[in-house]
């Protein structure tokens, strides 16, 4: 499975940029082609999707952006080609807090999402997403997030003790610190 590629953008489409690695050229559809800089070297994530007529990369400026692509095209009936648009008109916050706070008309202004799409998105994910958003001066932590999720506590819990934790602090020794104020 493939995370991320290292390389340089050497031309564009309208949804997609043409990423050169190592002399091979990938051609990666993306939320917003003209956002990348040409001729630059540059990190994009990357999903590789695979179905039986048809093989993609999907490209994503920050690993927020990824994360969220992946959470919405395991909805059902949502796919990639649905998301990408979303993603080149809406934030991750912003789309993140429509679906937390159940608000169908965000979701609905983007292309192909009707209601029955938008209720299946917030039915599916309410509750369930965090990104790395700056609050209060803290970053929130996804690994740590996910986790501490593993381990049976609440997002909502989650979420009030991650802004304590110090983000230079080893993974271990983040997740001793979690633990140490969920349990008081």
Same mark, same amino acid.
């Given at each position: ?7 340089? #953008? ?23 082609? =003209? ?10 994530? #990357? ?15 920050? *690993? ?5 692509? *992946? ?27 429509? #679906? ?9 202004? =983007? ?32 690994? *740590? ?23 230079? *602090? ?15």
């Amino acid at each position: 499975m493939y995370s991320y590629m290292i390389g340089k #953008i050497t031309g564009y489409e309208s949804n997609s940029i043409f990423l050169e690695v190592c002399g091979i050229g990938y051609r990666v559809f993306v939320a917003n082609p =003209f956002s990348f800089p040409e001729n630059e070297e540059v990190k994009v994530f #990357i999903y590789h999707h695979i179905r039986e007529e048809e093989q993609a990369f999907y490209g994503f400026k920050t *690993l927020e952006e990824k994360e969220l692509f *992946l959470r919405l095209i395991s909805v059902k009936g949502v796919g990639p080609k649905l998301v990408m648009p979303m993603l080149a008109t809406g934030s991750v916050k912003g789309i993140i807090d429509a #679906i937390d706070r159940e608000n169908i008309l965000y979701l609905k202004k =983007f292309p192909k999402v009707g209601d029955k799409v938008a209720r299946q998105i917030i039915l599916d994910l309410k509750g369930k997403l965090m990104s790395n958003i700056e609050d209060s001066g803290a970053v929130y932590n996804e690994e *740590l997030a996910n986790v501490l999720e593993g381990l049976g506590y609440k997002l909502n819990d989650i979420k009030k003790v991650l802004p304590k934790i110090h983000g230079d *602090l080893t993974i271990e020794e983040q997740i001793k610190e979690a633990l140490k104020l969920l349990l008081n």
